[in-house]
């Protein structure tokens, strides 16, 4: 089954604990991003990546770190989490954009962090 | 004005109405729209892709009007299960490619 899947679902942390959540696709896709979902703002999004060792920072990535060393891997690292990092973190993957033109996105099913 | 706007709603609707979302995009650069959806709590997902021409699968009907910037999503017919948050999808380009950017969401709740 084509699917994106993360780990942990829920995550309750404290200040300052660094936690990695994963991600991995298994659709072969090039593309990957992480989004953070907060009531009242939407889907921002926190870093991309268009391919192995490719990432940049979306717009929310303070806070935030990824790494790309496979196709299929994207994790978010928070090297120090802080209570304002608290939210709904989804990782979503599709083909490679272009410049002009963007395609269906498929996300994971959603991480809740709180960080007390 | 924002980058993709709708109105937040809600919109209460009964079984078997019509209800039209409108959004509106900033960037007149922009060339690919979508419709996603999202339950509560869970991930969003594609709804359907808007053309230029307009497009319709099943009960939705998409309309793009490039000149001012619009997009619409009109549900005939609704049922009990359209229940749901539909995102407005706009991309734009960034740094030689197109990323997307989301609008907030416009929640429908249809009763019985």
């Known amino acids: 089954e084509a699917q994106v899947t993360q780990n942990p679902r829920y995550l309750i942390t404290v200040t300052g604990k660094k936690l990695t959540v994963t991600c991995s696709q298994n659709?072969?896709?090039?593309?990957m991003s992480w989004y953070r979902q907060d009531p009242g703002l939407g889907l921002r999004q926190i870093y991309y990546s268009m391919n192995v060792e490719v990432t940049d920072k979306g717009d929310v990535p303070e806070g935030y770190k990824v790494s790309r060393k496979e196709k299929r891997n994207f994790p978010l690292i928070l090297e120090s989490p802080s209570p304002n990092q608290t939210s709904l973190y989804f990782c979503?993957?599709?083909?490679?954009?272009?410049?002009?033109?963007?395609?269906?996105?498929?996300f994971g099913p959603g991480t809740r962090l709180t960080v007390t | 004005r924002k980058e993709v706007e709708q109105d937040p709603g809600p919109f209460n609707v009964p079984e078997g109405a019509t209800v039209a979302f409108n959004c509106t995009y900033s960037?007149?650069?922009?060339?690919?729209f979508f419709w996603y959806r999202q339950d509560c709590r869970k991930e969003p997902k594609l709804l359907m892709s808007v053309y230029s021409s307009g497009n319709e699968d099943g009960r939705f009907t998409a309309q793009l009007n490039r000149a001012s910037q619009y997009i619409s999503l009109l549900i005939r017919d609704s049922k009990l299960s359209d229940s749901a948050t539909y995102l407005c999808?706009?991309?734009?380009?960034?740094?030689?490619?197109?990323?997307?950017?989301f609008g907030k969401g416009t929640m429908l709740l249809v009763s019985p």
């Open positions: 979503a993957s599709g083909a490679l954009p272009g410049l002009l033109v963007s395609y269906e996105q498929y």
């Open positions: 999808v706009v991309s734009r380009p960034n740094s030689g490619y197109s990323t997307l950017t």
């Open positions: 960037n007149s650069a922009s060339q690919s």
């Open positions: 659709m072969n896709h090039e593309y």
